[in-house]
């Protein structure tokens, strides 16, 4: 994607705001950020936006507070370079609502329609970033959204006092994906270090990725003799990364790393994704920065999170389901012993959790007829939470059912499972 240079007029006291709230919403060390910088962030968040606002010729009388600001004497002449492929992206919306804007009222519009924004508009159910099963994610990610929005109320406690964890993070998409919460805490942790490492570059260089990304030729996609040389050597370098950091507890920062995994996930797949597509993934990796800002990120065994040790908490847990640990879980892990001891805490626990799992037979799995896997799925599931008194929430999916289990009562469409014969599919 290429830079080209622009000089554009602008109102100095937009100036000022944009200073203001960035520093706001991103923290002291945005306070010296470029203007070029500025933009960039501005036209990332405005692209994010699920509805962006309309667009009014006097729109900026909402951001001035005197008449006398908006004198011809205080506009600016300012240069920045901007990535011509987003400003034709914003265009192009404008353009289906019928707006045709000059450069400088361009820049202005989004200007003020950031400043005028709350974050958590922004922030608020981000989409998965990182996906391997796009649409298992982004409806499991909606019904954690609407789980936790009904427990929030029954834990009477402000969020202020609540520590959200999520023990199995991923790249973080039950977490991203809940309305914007004032939580005392947050921790996401995960095994893989690839995948704390990725949120890690988010958290800390997420310029750097997004730009590493955008300036990246991506034209070695179109083709399978540019694209599989690429692709093998990319998953080479995350394999050998993955086997080196295993065992390691401290998060790393490795922004090539993160670059080479993220690629690999677009396009290591039956249906590649194009450039334009990952660009569209790019977008959102600014307003989950915004959003893992004061999350901490942890590399350890999940069960850590799963003592007692918190009665103040709420623990998210969407780890590798019973009978598809091997494509899906760390190698070399013992995973019998890890649900048994994962079992055990859960029927003790003091604290209110969430709990994914699939009642489903595993796909992965071709030894078994249809029935005979399913039944032998309900046996395994059986064993941990049959007759608990737990509360199932059946989720599902286009070809699955997963199960949301939870020690809280929250919604009519919740069930208790006492009655084996009871069909959980």
Known sequence: MLKRELEIGINKFLLNKISEKIIKDF????????????????????????DNTPYYKDTIFKVLTNPTELS????????????????NIIKEKLANKKILLNQSELIEHIIIDYISTPV????????????????????????????????????NLPTSEI????????????????????????????????????????????????????????????????????????????????????????VDCNEQIAFEMFIVQCIDKHYIE???????RVINFIVAHIKLQNATITQTDCLKYVENDDTSKLLLLDVP????????GISGYNYKKFHKNLANSLLSAEYKFLYNCRSS?????????KEEGEHIMKMKLGEYFFNKGYYFEKVHLEKDTELIISNIEYSDRQFQWSNFDFNIL
């Open 274 to 280: 194009q450039a334009d597509k990952i660009i569209k």
């Open 72 to 87: 011809k004497c205080n506009i600016q002449r300012k240069k920045i370079y901007i990535y011509e492929e987003l400003l």
């Open 321 to 328: 389901y019973i009978g598809s640990e091997d494509p899906c």
């Open 120 to 155: 958590s508009d922004y922030t608020d159910n981000i989409s998965p970033l990182y996906t391997m099963i796009g649409y298992k994610n982004k409806c499991m990610q909606k019904c954690t959204s609407n789980s936790v929005e009904k427990i929030i109320p029954k834990l």
């Open 163 to 250: 520590t959200l964890i999520d023990g199995c993070c991923g790249t973080g998409s039950l977490f991203l994906g809940l309305k914007t919460y004032n939580w005392k805490n947050v921790i996401l942790n995960d095994l893989n270090p690839l995948r704390t490492n990725f949120l890690n570059v988010l958290k800390t260089k997420p310029l750097k990725l997004i730009k590493h990304i955008l300036e990246a030729d991506l034209t070695f996609i179109n083709e399978p003799n540019t694209k599989n040389p690429k692709l093998s050597e990319f998953k080479t370098n995350i394999k050998a990364y993955k086997e080196k950091r295993k065992n390691y507890k401290k």
């Open 361 to 369: 037979a595993p796909k992965s799995d071709q030894r078994y007829p």
């Open 27 to 50: 923290g002291t060390t945005y306070s010296k950020l470029s203007f070029t910088d500025s933009i960039f962030i501005i036209m990332l968040l405005y692209l994010s936006k699920k």
